[in-house]
């Protein structure tokens, strides 16, 4: 086989490609700018241990289906931690949207990187929702039949059923995990890819 | 060829000064040895609320007057469920955003008919009731004009109902079979007869809550247990959770609409409210693409704090 058949491969052109944007020191970095010094950077690597917390939380809670909470000791206990993980996870997610907006974080060519974090905050406020709603208990029973009347109101609800247990799981267990971590994903490698974003540019410096 | 233009909104300044060095392995498990052990006191010293679901057997059991009101408002058609129109049924318009009528162009999805789904099919589903199934064969039989009538005749006598020796007692009304299907349609509410039969309407398995969730909502039980729990809507509704718990805290824009002028006492408070919600979000999401929001960080200089060490060198 020849070198340019080789090169002419699928697989051969997607590995360059991959290697040629994130490099192996853009994955995994050694150093950082040193304008990299502020606690507001915190709130980026919380948000994604809460998001491992709650998944794995999540999956404890999975193994004995959606009632074993209700009657079990430890059971309840793990609910309490997905409960606070998923707490951790949006005062995290909310800190880090807000210091990433003041900080003007979609200069320099990050536009993809503010929406599709942007896009991952919505999705996880549906996850956390269809949570809520699939808790078969009386809080579900009160979310759901409130908030079957907006969605209801916007035509939506004749998809996407509240009250649906089954459907409300599958999507809290399924669907909107899968997209949360597609997302964040998909976001902390275009974090990698461009970098953190620099400091705005003084005047004198624009003027340069 | 002219250099292109600096845009302090759009462009970065390239970084041309030092770096220093960053473990982001260590850096991640801290975070997660840290977060971890944040979760493990919280649950540990707050746990998590977990008040038992509420079932029409429970609220027939505790208020059956109620269930018996509930029920009749269902056969007369004045429930919330039997009037709301879209997904449920055809009897409202719904509400509208402007001249969009957004749920009844949608039409209906999720067919519920109060008069059979809650009262007529759970009822002929209860064995060995030749009383019953007689009153049903009047029922069935009678002319729409007839069903109406007595009807009405029961619902104008439904706030005198009282509920005496386990029985619905309504005052002498001429309204055919009506008594007896709400009498025994509360005997088999308090049984939890009816639970079973709203949920299992559509075959033995099931996962589909929405037609006992329906009912119960359409009842005041429900609420007035929301109520004491600070759930309404003018509590901040749903956000919250039972106790003292953040619950959906991160929806508080959402809610806050529905607190003020002129959603708080609007018809189409909902449309409109997920409307707003909508360009707001999209707002969000576009906030790169769009002049004057995306000068905001930079007009505002909270940035400089958070880059404070990297301003004052």
């Not at chain 1, 974003?197 to 340069?208: F, G, R």
């Given at each position: ?145 409130q908030a079957k009347d907006g969605i209801n109101a916007t035509g939506g609800g004749a998809y996407f059923n509240v009250l649906n247990l089954g459907q409300m799981l599958m999507w809290h267990i399924v669907l909107l995990p899968i997209a949360a971590i597609a997302l964040t994903a998909i976001h902390v490698i275009l974090v990698r890819i461009k970098g953190v974003v620099p400091p705005y540019a003084e ?6 | ?12 300044p390239e970084w041309k000064g030092g770096h220093a060095p960053y473990d982001i392995i260590k850096e991640g498990t801290i975070a997660i040895v840290v977060v971890g052990l944040l979760t493990i006191i919280l649950a540990t010293f707050f746990g998590s609320p977990d008040e038992h679901a509420v079932t029409v057997r429970t609220w027939s059991n505790a208020d059956p007057v109620d269930f018996a009101q ?244």
């Amino acid at each position: 086989m020849s070198t340019t058949e080789i090169d002419r491969q699928w697989t051969t052109r997607l590995r360059k490609r991959v290697a040629g944007k994130l490099p192996p020191e853009k994955l995994l970095p050694d150093t950082q700018p040193a304008y990299v010094a502020s606690w507001i950077y915190v709130f980026g690597v919380t948000t994604l241990a809460a998001l491992s917390i709650v998944i794995a939380t999540g999956c404890i809670l999975a193994i004995r289906g959606p009632e074993w909470w209700h009657g079990s000791y430890i059971g309840h206990f793990v609910n309490s931690l997905h409960l606070w993980s998923v707490e951790i996870f949006f005062f995290a997610m909310i800190v880090h949207l807000w210091g990433k907006f003041f900080m003007g974080a979609w200069r320099g060519g990050r536009t993809m990187t503010w929406m599709t974090g942007c896009v991952t905050f919505f999705a996880s406020i549906l996850a956390g929702f269809t949570g809520y709603v699939s808790q078969t208990n009386f809080d579900s029973q009160w979310i759901s039949t409130q908030a079957k009347d907006g969605i209801n109101a916007t035509g939506g609800g004749a998809y996407f059923n509240v009250l649906n247990l089954g459907q409300m799981l599958m999507w809290h267990i399924v669907l909107l995990p899968i997209a949360a971590i597609a997302l964040t994903a998909i976001h902390v490698i275009l974090v990698r890819i461009k970098g953190v974003v620099p400091p705005y540019a003084e005047d004198s410096e624009i003027a340069q | 060829m002219s250099k292109k233009a600096f845009r302090p909104d759009v462009d970065a300044p390239e970084w041309k000064g030092g770096h220093a060095p960053y473990d982001i392995i260590k850096e991640g498990t801290i975070a997660i040895v840290v977060v971890g052990l944040l979760t493990i006191i919280l649950a540990t010293f707050f746990g998590s609320p977990d008040e038992h679901a509420v079932t029409v057997r429970t609220w027939s059991n505790a208020d059956p007057v109620d269930f018996a009101q509930t029920a009749i408002s269902e056969l007369n058609g004045t429930s919330t469920t039997a009037s709301y129109g879209a997904p449920y049924n055809t009897a409202g318009d719904g509400q509208q955003l402007g001249p969009l009528k957004l749920a009844k162009w949608v039409g209906v999805r999720i067919p519920v008919n109060t008069v059979n789904d809650f009262i007529i099919k759970p009822l002929k589903s209860l064995p060995n009731e030749p009383t019953l199934d007689q009153n049903l064969a009047t029922w069935t039989s009678a002319s729409s004009a007839q069903q109406t009538t007595w009807v009405n005749n029961y619902s104008k006598a439904a706030s005198k109902l009282t509920f005496s020796n386990g029985h619905v007692v309504v005052p002498s009304t001429n309204a055919g079979p009506v008594p007896v299907m709400i009498d025994d349609l509360t005997q088999m509410a308090r049984s939890g007869a009816l639970d079973q039969a709203l949920v299992t309407g559509g075959g033995y398995y099931a996962t589909d809550y929405t037609k006992p969730l329906l009912f119960l909502a359409d009842s005041g039980y429900l609420a007035n247990l929301a109520d004491k729990q600070h759930l309404t809507g003018s509590q901040w509704g749903m956000m919250n959770e039972t106790g003292q718990y953040p619950g959906q805290a991160w929806l508080w824009l959402y809610t806050f609409w529905y607190q003020v002028a002129p959603f708080n006492t609007s018809a189409n408070a909902d449309v409109q409210v997920w409307g707003l919600m909508m360009v707001l979000s999209v707002g969000l999401l576009l906030l790169p693409l769009i002049p004057g929001l995306r000068a905001i960080p930079r007009k505002v200089k909270v940035y400089r704090i958070i880059w404070r060490e990297h301003y004052r060198s």
